[in-house]
């Protein structure tokens, strides 16, 4: 059955690992691209969902997920069960033994889906990998705006696989839609999956896609995801701004008080509240682009 729950784009993200490596070499990274197709596929009736972006790094994947928030975490709670089965059949030392924590961010606006989508695509640069984020190969960067959005030589229909071949490459009874292609690295095409058009109709043009994937959001995104669980609601926030607001400049009403004035609260805020750019923008009635001049 269906779930009902209206659809969102979600950020949904594994916390990295400290000690353990999620995807060793080539081949467990060819394996962890072919299980978000086989996620998709196999929850395509009850909770689907659409793959919008994704990164798989050596301890932590991250991807964009357009569905319910239900489906959403149903499709990062079988990828971790389909990964922790591949590495009990696969890996000669012990499978992942630290605990799984991952979560699925709402994105609320088409501005904080393209900074998104870059904060993904943008992971192995951010981590010094020496790859720009078309040329990483376990990214869907690469088929943005990109040769390789074109069906590459040499695929091959997933419906003229043999049932032996098929078992042999995915080695799992789940249903692929035979249009989909396989490469001959035994990687399935990730423009099969992934909505990688939708990507380039959002930025526009290749252009602004740079521009994005220049910003730099890093510090923004990740107090939103990793701090989000211990932050305060709009109304605390506000509430702790009009307390600062009347100790520090005598007056309850910030629409009262000078740019400058308004800067400093805010920075006195941030400070007591561990508050995000964008919670703050929202109650001090400030601009986010200036608020990350000043902060970034």
Not at 221 to 239: C, F, H, K, W
Request: glycine letters at 4%; a positive charge.
């Amino acid at each position: 059955m269906k779930t009902s729950v209206s659809p969102h784009y979600y950020h949904c993200a594994t916390k990295g690992f400290d000690h353990c490596v999620l995807f060793a070499d080539t081949r467990e990274f060819i394996a962890g691209m072919n299980r978000i197709a086989l996620c998709t596929a196999k929850l395509k009736e009850s909770f689907p969902v659409i793959v919008v972006a994704f990164c798989l790094m050596d301890n932590h994947l991250h991807v964009i997920l357009y569905g319910s928030r239900e489906a959403c975490l149903k499709w990062m709670a079988l990828y971790h069960k389909l990964t922790m089965m591949w590495q009990r059949s696969h890996r000669e030392t012990a499978p992942i033994d630290e605990p799984w924590e991952y979560d699925a961010w709402q994105v609320y606006d088409e501005e904080d889906l393209k900074q998104k989508i870059a904060y993904v695509f943008r992971n192995p640069t951010v981590a010094r990998m020496g790859f720009t984020p078309q040329g990483y190969r376990w990214s869907s960067a690469r088929l943005v705006f990109s040769d390789y959005g074109v069906l590459p030589e040499g695929a091959r229909r997933i419906g003229s696989l043999s049932s032996y071949e098929f078992r042999n490459t995915f080695e799992s009874k789940i249903v692929l839609p035979e249009e989909w292609h396989l490469l001959p690295d035994g990687l399935i095409w990730p423009g099969s999956y992934t909505d990688f058009k939708r990507v380039e109709r959002l930025f526009g043009h290749p252009r602004n896609y740079l521009f994005y994937l220049n910003q730099n959001v890093e510090p923004e995104i990740n107090q939103q995801m990793y701090g989000e669980t211990i932050s305060l609601p709009d109304q605390d926030v506000a509430r702790i701004t009009r307390e600062i607001a009347q100790r520090q400049f005598g007056v309850n009403d910030i629409a009262r008080l000078g740019l400058p004035d308004r800067i400093q609260l805010c920075r006195l805020v941030k400070k007591e509240t561990k508050a995000s750019l964008k919670q703050l923008a929202r109650v001090l009635h400030l601009p986010l682009a200036d608020l990350k001049k000043i902060f970034e």
